[in-house]
């Protein structure tokens, strides 16, 4: 905690010394924020018993049950720690903040805190992979797509440092969730393990994303024809050729789930802009426009309806954060700042609007909800992110 505090502190000095030079740097400031409210984190959601683990809610309610799991009855009874998937999210943030500055203090958390914490996920069943539960508790399903936000993480950060026991963890991951691919609808990959029902864009995007990564690692060609295959199939099947956004997920009977979330375009933006850098094909970077724009009269409020800027509609605050990861990449490609200014203005407008009086966030970017009991742990971790993120933005 005193670590993250000092992070903050030095941001906050460097924004202010800006200030008094009469210069805006609003990347400074999304850096303070994010540093900020990882120390909030920290400070509400920390177990003080040498694991390096996590609540998963504020105020702590050790009776909580997970909705989002394949088999909602098949969860401990007392849950005193987080899921996989909420935790997880503390790796995404603290590598984003590595990226936007690299704080060795930063990293020295990330690999004597946070991957210390993982590894109680850590499940020995072949291929070896993370669980959605602790492997003190009883055997837990492991989800591909939990897996895969991990991969793209190890990933992303040896691109960033270039120590190679990332890329091995990255790729260790991947053989987990390789296995999690058959040639039932064509192809695809599935969402969980022990429940083979349906392959869902959470599962599929992603792992685009993750090979390119790979393949950004390695040079591999394999990771890089793989990931056209697997972005070839995801548009094909799970996408609304209506409006260019993505469906959830297809039943292997071919019934597609046609609910629409943020995080599912967003990857989509970011396979498709990152397939574009790596080919210079401009199919996909005209893909990954089409599906922006789509996305901004879906996922936004119009400008003026409820704010003077296009407002961020209400979500789990980590599908947008993820969905903000596919227009970034989209911004390195074509320079539009159209949609990072759109998210800019609502973070700007959340750090005072959505936040309660202990600086956790809402869910509702009109702030309605901000002093709701319950706090989500995967929803504080995805506005650290999200500030990480722009504060990376050049």
């Known amino acids: 905690m005193m670590m993250i505090k000092k992070i903050a502190g030095a941001a906050l000095a460097l924004l202010w010394a800006s200030c008094l030079q009469g210069q805006q ?24 018993d040498g694991k390096h683990l996590l609540r998963e809610t504020f105020p702590f309610d050790d009776s909580y049950s997970a909705t989002y799991l394949a088999d909602n009855s098949n969860q401990p009874k007392a849950n005193a720690y987080s899921y996989l998937w909420p935790f997880s999210g503390s790796l995404s943030a603290y590598a984003a903040l590595l990226e936007a500055k690299h704080n060795p203090e930063t990293k020295q958390h990330i690999d004597q805190a946070v991957l210390p914490g993982l590894e109680n996920y850590y499940d020995k069943r072949s291929p070896v992979g993370y669980a959605s539960y602790i492997n003190s508790a009883p055997l837990s399903d492991r989800f591909y797509d939990d897996n895969i936000w991990l991969g793209i993480d190890f990933a992303d950060l040896y691109l960033h440092t270039k120590e190679k026991a990332y890329l091995r963890k990255a790729q260790e991951i991947w053989a987990f969730v390789q296995s999690g691919m058959d040639d039932k609808l064509g192809g695809g990959i599935y969402w969980c393990e022990q429940k083979k029902e349906s392959k869902n864009t959470c599962s599929n995007a992603p792992a685009v994303v993750y090979l390119l990564k790979l393949h950004e690692a390695t040079k591999s060609k394999a990771y890089l024809q793989q990931a056209k295959d697997l972005y070839a199939w995801t548009k094909k099947n799970l996408q609304d050729p209506a409006d260019k956004l993505y469906w959830d997920n297809i039943s292997l009977a071919g019934k597609v789930q046609p609910a629409k979330y943020p995080y599912n375009t967003g990857q989509m933006i970011q396979a498709a802009a990152l397939l574009y850098k790596l080919t210079k094909d401009k199919q996909y970077l005209s893909d990954a426009q089409e599906s922006a724009k789509a996305g901004l009269g879906y996922f936004f409020s119009p400008k003026g309806s409820s704010a003077d800027f296009p407002l961020l509609k209400r979500s789990d605050n980590w599908f947008i954060a993820i969905m903000l990861r596919g227009y970034i990449e989209l911004y390195g490609q074509d320079k539009n700042p159209e949609y990072i200014k759109a998210f800019q203005a609502n973070l700007d407008h959340a750090w005072t609007a959505m936040r309660d009086n202990n600086g956790l966030f809402g869910k509702e970017w009109s702030g309605k909800d901000k002093n709701s009991d319950k706090k989500w742990l995967l929803d504080q971790f995805a506005m650290a992110e999200m500030y990480a993120r722009l504060a990376a933005v050049k």
């Open 25 to 48: 740097l609003p990347n400074n400031a999304n850096y303070a924020r994010a540093t900020e409210s990882l120390s909030t984190i920290q400070d509400h959601y920390a177990v003080n």
